[in-house]
Each structure stands twice: as structure tokens, then as C-alpha cells.
Nanobody
Framework: QVQLVESGGGLVQPGGSLRLSCAAS????????MNWYRQAPGKQRELVAT?????NYADSVKGRFAISRDNAKNTVYLQMNSLKPEDTAVYYC?????????????????WGQGTQVTVSS
């Protein structure tokens, strides 16, 4: 099977920085997109940043967040700078992973368990 394990969340003051990591492991043939989502209390989950053929960001984080990948480690990062209280949410990693199956290679979408980011003074 495949696992996505996130780390790096925590409590930070407004204006501070955090770096989230998400490592994929298991039966992996290749990884297409690796993305970050977040979900604040009482709100729907929203896309924060994508990495695949190109990188894209939600308007609310442009210029402050940066997504990057280490393909050799099957890991995606989210560098978050100039954090604001409205960035408080559970951040989830999502990846489109091609893995071996009895029917040949198949692509599936996987999610991490989420990591809490709290921006507060």
C-alpha cells in the first residue's frame, strides 16, 4: 500500500514561518501531482498549492507560500511565510500516485492524515 506522512505543523505567531513536509512511501511506481489542501474549522477543504507540470497557488497565499518537491525522496514541502491568523487550519497533503496492481500500473489519489497549523499571538 501507499502512505503519506505529514510533519511540520505547529503554533506560530502572526508574521512567522513554518515548513510542512509530506513523504510518500510504499508501493510507488511514479508520482504525478503532489498538492497541499487546508481545512479551517467550519469551512470546506480548499486547495492551497499544486505541483505537477506547473505550480499553482490559491490567491490567498500567493507570494507567501512556496511548494517544492524532492522527487528522489518522494517528498513535497510547503514553505509558509508571513503567516496570518486566517491561515489557521489543518493542512493535508494529497498525491496522485501510480502503483503496481494485479492488473498493471494504476493511478490513485491518496491523502495524508493532516497536520494542524495555528497562527496566533
Amino acid at each position: 500500500q501507499v502512505q503519506l506522512v505529514e510533519s511540520g505543523g505547529g503554533l506560530v505567531q502572526p508574521g512567522g514561518s513554518l515548513r510542512l513536509s509530506c513523504a510518500a512511501s510504499g508501493n510507488i511506481l511514479s508520482i504525478n501531482g503532489m498538492n497541499w489542501y487546508r481545512q479551517a474549522p467550519g469551512k470546506q477543504r480548499e486547495l492551497v498549492a499544486t505541483s505537477g507540470g506547473s505550480t499553482n497557488y490559491a490567491d490567498s497565499v500567493k507570494g507567501r507560500f512556496a511548494i517544492s518537491r524532492d522527487n528522489a525522496k518522494n517528498t513535497v514541502y510547503l514553505q509558509m511565510n508571513s503567516l496570518k491568523p486566517e491561515d489557521t487550519a489543518v493542512y493535508y497533503c494529497n498525491a496522485e500516485i501510480v502503483r503496481f496492481t494485479d492488473w498493471g500500473p494504476r493511478s490513485y489519489s491518496y491523502w495524508g492524515q493532516g497536520t494542524q497549523v495555528t497562527v496566533s499571538s
